[in-house]
């Protein structure tokens, strides 16, 4: 069983859509990032958190540590949205991060 | 906005050739990373460096790589006799730590693209 897994793979969406990103882990964190990769390849943080909820502009990240889970909104999408999304956590004591498989979002216009 | 830095953008070596990768970390960090992707598949953590030495490295990391920070700016990951399954995006990050944990946030590098022929 993958230690972080995210769905859905795949998500295209029509511009002003409501997008919703979940990913889930099976282990004790300290840290889950949400991060975002762009077709060329460079890879941005998002956000990190350990609790709670953040939002950052019309991305909005939140994570239930009893359930194991988080989800990455992104309100009023628009096609530069248009990326692959990545949930990552850091385990307790652990200095590196283990990667979910990713989001491949589209949004059209 | 301050950045990190990596070269080159992208190598092509032969078999067996030693290829070394340049990062230049966010200057006040204090945690420094080398992360790989192959084409198609999910980030792979491969090394983490802090008060210039190795604090965790993964299976992958075996004795064909090493890392070296070797003026107190540059970070490099070595691999020595490369094969063509290391061919791969080689992202390097940094993090700033405080009381000598890792709290910080992760910035990555754009990626040095390797390509083993």
């Known amino acids: 069983k993958n230690e972080v897994e995210q769905s859905p793979q795949n998500l295209t969406a029509q511009e002003g859509e409501f997008i919703t990103i979940n990913c889930s882990y099976s282990?004790?964190?300290?840290?889950l990032h949400w991060l975002q990769q762009h077709p060329g390849g460079g890879i941005v943080s998002l956000f990190m958190?350990?609790?709670g909820k953040k939002k950052h502009g019309r991305l909005i990240a939140t994570i239930n540590i009893q359930e194991k889970h988080s989800s990455l909104h992104i309100t009023a999408s628009h096609p530069r949205d248009s990326a692959v999304y990545i949930c990552a956590v850091r385990s307790k004591g652990a200095q590196k991060l283990v990667f979910g498989q990713g989001t491949r979002l589209t949004i059209n216009p | 906005e301050p950045e990190v830095t990596q070269t080159p953008s992208h190598q092509v070596t032969q078999m067996g050739q030693e290829v070394i990768l340049r990062c230049v970390p966010i200057s006040n960090h204090l945690y420094f990373y080398w992360y790989r992707q192959i084409l198609g598949q999910k980030v792979e953590f491969l090394v983490s460096?802090?008060?210039?030495?190795?604090?965790?490295k993964s299976e992958i990391f075996d004795d064909q790589f090493s890392v070296e920070r070797p003026d107190g700016s540059n970070f490099t990951l070595k691999i020595r006799s490369t094969k063509l399954e290391d061919s791969a995006m080689y992202f390097c990050?940094?993090?700033?730590?405080?009381?000598?944990?890792?709290?910080?946030?992760?910035?990555f590098g754009e990626g040095s693209r390797l390509t083993v022929l």
């Open positions: 958190l350990s609790s």
């Open positions: 282990v004790g964190i300290s840290a």
């Open positions: 460096f802090y008060n210039n030495e190795i604090s965790e």
């Open positions: 990050a940094s993090s700033q730590g405080t009381g000598g944990w890792n709290t910080g946030e992760l910035f």
